[in-house]
């Protein structure tokens, strides 16, 4: 038998309705390729967008029932709402890519340049414009996921050097926060009368903060630093209980001699 023709815009139940406009989905206007075939088959793929990713094919296009075109039509919306996903994924990754390039080449001049060997820095500045160059040569269309690698292989090697600038900049104010709170706890002592006990843990723990000064201030920035504020948190972890024990034995040695010159019972 031939092959049947155009559906006609009134079937046997007299509905006019053509194939219902896709929704808008009010995102990213999308170039699409669309071809049809001999047999009716719609196959729509995006414009810029490289490789078989988000290419789809709606057949028949001319449906001959009212639900078979509702269902075409929504295979249709679901398939641009997923095109439109893609591409705003690629484009947002794009800019990350090429973000994070000129942020950290502009950094290896400025900000970072003490954290980070001068081998270390050429081999990172040459990968850095090598790859702003592909991002405007044959990297302007390319798919989501090739970005995101590129992306991970430079911060690779980037975020090294951005944790040793944070901890180079973070740890003197560190030191300066632990001399303070070891200065409370030695006025705490003398008000608790609790000094004999806890003089000594102060002292231990003021010299060694001294000792990480020099240290912080010796060390080449380009390596990692002698000690992380994890370090001082744990070392100020051990000296707040020490502390702690000495008030609160001070405290009950008080409270004895406060009964027995009362008379109380122990």
């Given at each position: 038998?031939?092959?049947?023709?155009?559906?006609?815009?009134?079937?046997?139940?007299?509905?006019?309705?053509?194939?219902?406009?896709?929704?808008?989905?009010?995102?990213?206007?999308?170039?699409?390729?669309l071809t049809l075939d001999?047999?009716?088959?719609?196959?729509?793929?995006?414009?810029?967008?490289?490789?078989?990713?988000?290419?789809?094919?709606?057949?028949?296009?001319?449906?001959?029932?009212?639900?078979?075109?509702?269902?075409?039509?929504?295979?249709?919306?679901?398939?641009?709402?997923?095109?439109?996903?893609?591409?705003?994924?690629?484009?947002?990754?794009?800019?990350?890519?090429?973000?994070?390039?000129?942020?950290?080449?502009?950094?290896?001049?400025?900000?970072?340049?003490?954290?980070?060997?001068?081998?270390?820095?050429?081999?990172?500045?040459?990968?850095?414009?090598?790859?702003?160059?592909?991002?405007?040569?044959?990297?302007?269309?390319?798919?989501?996921?090739?970005?995101?690698?590129?992306?991970?292989?430079?911060?690779?090697?980037?975020?090294?050097?951005?944790?040793?600038?944070?901890?180079?900049?973070?740890?003197?104010?560190?030191?300066?926060?632990?001399?303070?709170?070891?200065?409370?706890?030695?006025?705490?002592?003398?008000?608790?009368?609790?000094?004999?006990?806890?003089?000594?843990?102060?002292?231990?723990?003021?010299?060694?903060?001294?000792?990480?000064?020099?240290?912080?201030?010796?060390?080449?920035?380009?390596?990692?630093?002698?000690?992380?504020?994890?370090?001082?948190?744990?070392?100020?972890a051990v000296v707040t209980?020490?502390?702690?024990?000495?008030?609160?034995?001070?405290?009950?040695?008080?409270?004895?001699?406060?009964?027995?010159?009362?008379?109380?019972?122990?």
């Open positions: 038998p031939p092959p049947p023709g155009p559906a006609s815009p009134t079937d046997a139940a007299g509905d006019t309705d053509m194939v219902p406009p896709v929704a808008d989905a009010g995102t990213l206007p999308l170039d699409l390729k001999a047999h009716g088959m719609l196959n729509v793929k995006p414009k810029g967008l490289k490789g078989a990713v988000g290419a789809c094919t709606v057949a028949p296009v001319l449906a001959t029932g009212r639900d078979e075109r509702l269902n075409r039509a929504k295979e249709m919306e679901s398939h641009l709402a997923n095109l439109d996903r893609m591409v705003r994924l690629a484009s947002e990754s794009k800019n990350a890519l090429e973000s994070y390039a000129i942020a950290m080449g502009r950094g290896l001049g400025t900000d970072f340049r003490e954290y980070v060997t001068e081998a270390d820095r050429e081999a990172f500045q040459s990968a850095l414009a090598e790859t702003e160059a592909w991002l405007y040569e044959d990297g302007e269309d390319e798919e989501y996921e090739t970005y995101v690698t590129k992306l991970e292989a430079l911060q690779a090697l980037g975020a090294p050097i951005k944790e040793r600038y944070d901890a180079y900049t973070e740890l003197p104010q560190k030191l300066h926060e632990v001399t303070e709170t070891l200065m409370d706890m030695q006025t705490q002592l003398a008000k608790e009368d609790a000094e004999d006990a806890g003089q000594a843990v102060i002292a231990g723990a003021i010299t060694w903060v001294g000792q990480c000064e020099l240290a912080l201030l010796q060390a080449p920035k380009s390596a990692p630093p002698p000690f992380t504020c994890a370090d001082l948190a744990g070392r100020m209980q020490e502390i702690t024990r000495a008030i609160q034995a001070s405290q009950s040695a008080k409270a004895a001699a406060a009964r027995a010159q009362a008379g109380e019972p122990e």
